[in-house]
């Protein structure tokens, strides 16, 4: 295989992997990278310090400063524009530019500005017009400006309702195995309403630690992460909001707006909370005291230790 350039655009680097298609008055510089089997369509201009994984399809109007770095599998809308300078002022320069990353599989729509600094994570949307202000976990579909979360990719959404006492106590299998998703009795009367569970019979294991998290500002998310050995039981005592689970491969959002609700959550299970309502309150029990040591916080990392090792489930 071989590069293609056409007539009418300008490539003066030599690190273009095969099969990479540069279109009419594109400009790469010198000192760019360029991987196999992308596509640079008319009036793209990449600076030096820009690397380009292989596959990547970048669309017309677009300009790649330096610092930016957009791995295998990335989507670049029309007109995206990237910024790598945070107080730009002409001819006076920072001693570096800030680092841009674009994560495998990801996609950015028409329009959208992406401000210096901040990873896009692999296999995040980020919808046309968009204004990127700070880093975007993976999978995420964020919109708006500023952007902020709306959904997540591929994932299945399956929104319990709000029961009452003519519903059915029980527990439900989530999409995710391991995962599932808690009805208790809710009994009410004049005097107000309660809801009640057993540690052990409803709640599959007993906590040794609680945590509760309130006054969430409505774009901001929670969770990121996952445990390697605790297990944790989700509960939204008041108002609501949203509870993804992620297994690697299945990925469920659960909507939690009744105090008779509950999550269960096992280690190796990637979880994210948000769409918090301004009253939201969730309550959290965990099976273990906390250990730092325990947490992994970067979803390539879970992708690679749940490839290595099963999920441990009680």
Same mark, same amino acid.
């Given at each position: 295989?071989?590069?293609?350039?056409?007539?009418?655009?300008?490539?003066?680097?030599?690190?273009?992997?095969?099969?990479?298609?540069?279109?009419?008055?594109?400009?790469?510089? /010198?000192?760019?990278?360029?991987?196999?089997?992308?596509?640079?369509?008319?009036?793209?201009?990449?600076?030096?310090?820009?690397?380009?994984?292989?596959?990547?399809?970048?669309?017309?109007?677009?300009?790649?400063?330096?610092?930016?770095?957009?791995?295998?599998?990335?989507?670049?809308?029309?007109?995206?524009?990237?910024?790598?300078?945070?107080?730009?002022?002409?001819?006076?320069?920072?001693?570096?530019?800030?680092?841009?990353?674009?994560?495998?599989?990801?996609?950015?729509?028409?329009?959208?500005?992406?401000?210096?600094?901040?990873?896009?994570?692999?296999?995040?949307?980020?919808?046309?017009?968009?204004?990127?202000?700070?880093?975007?976990?993976?999978?995420?579909?964020?919109?708006?400006?500023?952007?902020?979360?709306?959904?997540?990719?591929?994932?299945?959404?399956?929104?319990?309702?709000?029961?009452?006492?003519?519903?059915?106590?029980?527990?439900?299998?989530?999409?995710?195995?391991?995962?599932?998703?808690?009805?208790?009795?809710?009994?009410?009367?004049?005097?107000?309403?309660?809801?009640?569970?057993?540690?052990?019979?409803?709640?599959?294991?007993?906590?040794?630690?609680?945590?509760?998290?309130?006054?969430?500002?409505?774009?901001?998310?929670?969770?990121?992460?996952?445990?390697?050995?605790?297990?944790?039981?989700?509960?939204?005592?008041?108002?609501?909001?949203?509870?993804?689970?992620?297994?690697?491969?299945?990925?469920?959002?659960?909507?939690?707006?009744?105090?008779?609700?509950?999550?269960?959550? /096992? /280690?190796?299970?990637?979880?994210?909370?948000?769409?918090?309502?301004?009253?939201?309150?969730?309550?959290?029990?965990?099976?273990?005291?906390?250990?730092?040591?325990?947490?992994?916080?970067?979803?390539?990392?879970?992708?690679?230790?749940i490839a290595k090792t099963p999920p441990a489930?009680?």
């Amino acid at each position: 295989m071989s590069v293609f350039v056409h007539p009418q655009g300008l490539c003066e680097s030599e690190s273009i992997g095969d099969g990479t298609r540069i279109w009419a008055f594109a400009h790469v510089l /010198p000192g760019a990278r360029i991987g196999r089997d992308c596509n640079i369509c008319d009036h793209v201009f990449i600076e030096n310090d820009v690397v380009v994984g292989d596959r990547v399809t970048i669309k017309c109007g677009v300009q790649l400063w330096d610092g930016v770095r957009l791995e295998d599998e990335v989507f670049v809308g029309p007109n995206v524009t990237f910024t790598n300078d945070p107080f730009p002022r002409s001819k006076i320069y920072p001693e570096r530019f800030a680092r841009t990353v674009v994560a495998r599989g990801a996609s950015i729509g028409a329009n959208a500005t992406i401000l210096p600094g901040v990873r896009i994570g692999a296999n995040a949307m980020v919808g046309a017009g968009a204004v990127v202000t700070r880093d975007v976990p993976a999978n995420a579909v964020i919109v708006g400006n500023p952007a902020t979360i709306v959904n997540y990719a591929n994932a299945v959404h399956e929104t319990p309702a709000t029961f009452d006492t003519t519903q059915q106590v029980g527990v439900r299998e989530c999409s995710v195995p391991g995962v599932t998703v808690h009805t208790f009795p809710l009994v009410g009367d004049m005097r107000g309403k309660l809801t009640v569970g057993e540690f052990t019979d409803q709640v599959p294991f007993v906590p040794r630690r609680f945590f509760m998290v309130f006054d969430v500002p409505g774009r901001n998310v929670r969770g990121q992460h996952a445990h390697k050995v605790c297990h944790q039981f989700l509960i939204c005592t008041h108002g609501s909001c949203s509870v993804m689970v992620d297994d690697g491969i299945r990925r469920e959002e659960i909507r939690l707006d009744s105090p008779n609700l509950a999550v269960y959550m /096992p /280690p190796m299970i990637w979880g994210v909370q948000y769409k918090y309502s301004p009253d939201a309150v969730l309550l959290v029990f965990a099976s273990d005291s906390y250990d730092p040591d325990d947490y992994v916080r970067d979803y390539d990392e879970f992708l690679a230790l749940i490839a290595k090792t099963p999920p441990a489930r009680l």
